[in-house]
């Protein structure tokens, strides 16, 4: 029995678990406009902290990756010394934690931040100990959630093999993986392919956006070329599923290994509205892919750019799909499944907190239904 629809404040305090989430795309408007006077940078549109969250999400979605990294410029910009990237690193883990988020893969590109002269093994140090500081915040404050990062090489660069062995050197230290990201079109993933295959020989972790905005040959060549484990995004593996007049699926070959294989897809709704990737929310393919049983997960990639939490963006898919408490185990379950975290831990937070927290929440909304026929 599914019982009454969640509400935002019940997803919030359902113990949640996000695989996809950039750095540099989730930071608080206030924290843009105060590192911007600190650091002297001046590129801003304004400084109204008001005014720059509407300027981050457009009024009318952007459908146009290019203009949707626009806003990347100014938090980019915003984030080259230490004492930036810390405050940015602990609030992310803050504002995860006061969402009911338990764990957490949180990304960024280390290239990004050199602009001033920070170096790179600095930057990854600076960011690990923000987390650190925040994880330690929100456990006193009884909210403790587990964050850890993946490294991401930027696809339009030539430095993703010093980026996978930098993530492999902190491995030990809080980094869970490797990434690789940017524009798709002219960038197949098989560039990079001495870094995956680095991270391949050394038995670590890696993820790679494919699948976004473009099709099913940059999914190829991430699971098949560069042995990426996830696909971050994923969503055009759809073009491989058809569906005849009678309703009957038939699944292409590649979308068979997908789902065979159990690869968790790392899909972000609004995030592929926004950039265009998709149309709608209603027509996001989630639905689709949820009820094909792919291992679905839901992530919020840029939550300043989408104007998103985790908590929002399952309240929309329960509103668009009619999904309920079942749906939210389900890809909560999925994600912890799924994430880079050793399979002891793994398994500790699925069965010691993220089933019981769903299970109790799904009693308690079948107990207002019951109650309410009474
Ligand atoms: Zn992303």
């Not at 996830?230 to 789902?259: F, N, P, T, W």
């Not at 897809?265 to 998709?278: F, K």
């Amino acid at each position: 029995m599914q019982g009454s629809p969640p509400t935002l404040e019940q997803i919030r305090s359902a113990p949640k678990v996000l695989l996809h989430d950039h750095l540099d795309g989730g930071l608080r408007p206030t924290t843009v406009v105060e590192l911007a006077a600190e650091h002297g940078y001046t590129g801003l549109p304004t400084t109204d902290p008001g005014e720059l969250a509407r300027w981050f999400v457009a009024d009318e979605p952007r459908r146009d990756l290019v203009r949707y990294l626009e806003g990347f410029t100014h938090t980019v910009g915003v984030m080259q010394t230490t004492a930036a990237l810390e405050r940015v690193a602990t609030e992310c883990v803050e504002d995860l934690a006061d969402d009911g988020i338990v764990y957490a893969e949180v990304r960024f590109a280390p290239e990004l931040h050199t602009d001033h002269g920070l170096g790179l093994e600095e930057i990854v140090e600076t960011v690990l100990s923000g987390f650190e500081r925040g994880m330690a915040a929100a456990a006193k404050r009884g909210s403790p959630v587990v964050v850890r990062a993946l490294l991401t090489a930027m696809r339009s660069a030539a430095r993703s093999l010093e980026i996978a062995e930098l993530a492999v050197r902190y491995r030990d230290a809080g980094v869970a993986g490797f990434d690789v990201a940017g524009p798709e079109a002219g960038y197949p993933p098989t560039r990079h392919l001495d870094a995956f295959q680095l991270v391949q020989r050394e038995s670590f972790h890696a993820t790679l956006h494919a699948g976004e905005a473009f099709g099913l040959p940059s999914i190829w060549e991430a699971l098949q070329w560069c042995s990426a484990e996830r696909l971050g995004h994923g969503v055009r593996i759809v073009d491989d599923i058809s569906v005849a007049d009678d309703g009957s699926v038939r699944l292409g070959r590649l979308a068979s290994y997908v789902r065979d294989r159990r690869v968790p897809l790392e899909l972000c709704p609004t995030s592929n509205v926004h950039t265009g990737a998709v149309p709608s929310l209603h027509e996001h393919p989630i639905g689709h892919l949820r009820r094909l049983q792919f291992r679905v997960t839901v992530n919020t990639d840029n939550r300043l750019m989408s104007g998103v939490t985790l908590s929002s963006e399952m309240l929309r898919l329960c509103e668009t799909f009619g999904w309920g408490w079942d749906d939210l185990a389900w890809l909560s379950i999925n994600a912890m499944k799924s994430a880079f975290y050793p399979f002891d831990d793994r398994l500790a937070l699925i069965n010691g907190v993220v089933k019981p927290g769903f299970a109790s929440l799904t009693a308690q909304s079948a107990f207002r239904v019951s109650a309410t026929l009474r």
